[in-house]
C-alpha cells in the first residue's frame, strides 16, 4: 500500500516563527488532506488539496502530485498552533486515507 | 450545524471484557469510519459502514465489528479485549460521493488494564 512520510517529526518554535511541514508519497497523490490534532486529541480538517495551492489566514498548502509530495506552510505562528499535524491521502483506488506519522509542533510563547 | 460526536470520553476497560463505542455523524452525512490511533501513531482505518453495511475493512481482526443505524449512527464493538487495544478511537463522517473529504469526531479513549 502507499507508504507516507512526514518530516520533520518534532519541531520546536518561538511565537511567530515560520515553518514548513512536507509529506512525501510512494504512490501517486490524490485526494490528500491536511488535519491538525490538537492536544485534546481532536483531528481539525485544515485543507483538501489534491493539487495546487490553497490559503487560509495563516497557514497555506500546496500539492505536487506529480512528484508525490506535499507542503504545510505556517506562518507567524501561534502556540495555539501547538499540536500534531498529519498528512493523509486514500489508498489507491479507495476512499480510505493512509496517515503519516504526523509532525509533532510546539510553539512557545 | 452540529459536528460529529462520540461517546463516551473516556473508558477503562479490563482485559477479556467488551466494549461499544457510538458515534454520530456530522448533519447530512451518510458514511461513518473508524480508526485506532494509538500513542505516537496517525490513525489506522479499521472499517467503514455505508447505507448499514461495511463497505470496506482495514488490518483489524473479527473482534472489531460494527453497525450502523437507519439514522446513520455508528458503533464500534470490540470483544474479548487486550492491552493493546488501549487507544484513542475515532469516528469520521462524509458523504459517500466525497469519502476522502472525511470530518473526525472528538474521539474515545480506551485503556485496557
Known amino acids: 500500500g502507499i507508504q507516507v512520510e512526514q518530516s520533520p517529526p518534532d519541531l520546536i518554535l518561538q511565537e511567530g516563527a515560520n515553518s514548513t511541514l512536507r509529506c512525501n508519497f510512494s504512490?501517486?497523490?490524490?485526494?490528500l488532506q491536511w488535519f491538525h490534532q490538537n492536544p485534546w486529541g481532536q483531528l481539525i480538517n485544515l485543507f483538501y488539496?489534491?493539487?495546487g495551492t490553497k490559503q487560509n489566514g495563516r497557514l497555506s498548502a500546496t500539492t505536487v502530485a506529480t512528484e508525490r509530495y506535499s507542503l504545510l506552510y505556517i506562518s507567524s505562528s501561534q502556540t495555539t498552533d501547538s499540536g500534531v499535524y498529519f498528512c493523509?491521502?486514500?489508498?489507491?483506488?479507495?476512499?480510505?486515507?493512509?496517515f503519516g506519522r504526523g509532525t509533532s509542533l510546539i510553539v512557545h510563547p | 450545524d452540529a459536528g460529529v460526536t462520540q461517546s463516551p470520553t473516556h473508558l477503562i476497560k479490563t482485559r477479556g471484557q467488551q466494549v461499544t463505542l457510538r458515534c454520530s455523524p456530522k448533519?447530512?452525512?451518510?458514511?461513518v469510519s473508524w480508526y485506532q490511533q494509538a500513542l505516537g501513531q496517525g490513525p489506522q482505518f479499521i472499517f467503514q459502514?455505508?447505507?448499514?453495511?461495511?463497505?470496506q475493512r482495514g488490518n483489524f481482526p473479527d473482534r472489531f465489528s460494527g453497525h450502523q443505524f437507519p439514522n446513520y449512527s455508528s458503533e464500534l464493538n470490540v470483544n474479548a479485549l487486550l492491552l493493546g487495544d488501549s487507544a484513542l478511537y475515532l469516528c469520521?463522517?462524509?458523504?459517500?460521493?466525497?469519502?476522502?473529504?472525511?470530518?473526525f469526531g472528538p474521539g474515545t479513549r480506551l485503556t485496557v488494564t
Open positions: 469520521a463522517s462524509s458523504l459517500l460521493t466525497s469519502s476522502y473529504e472525511q470530518y
Open positions: 504512490d501517486s497523490v490524490n485526494n
Open positions: 488539496i489534491p493539487s
Open positions: 493523509a491521502s486514500p489508498r489507491g483506488g479507495s476512499y480510505i486515507p493512509t
Open positions: 448533519s447530512g452525512h451518510d458514511t
Open positions: 459502514y455505508y447505507e448499514e453495511e461495511e463497505r
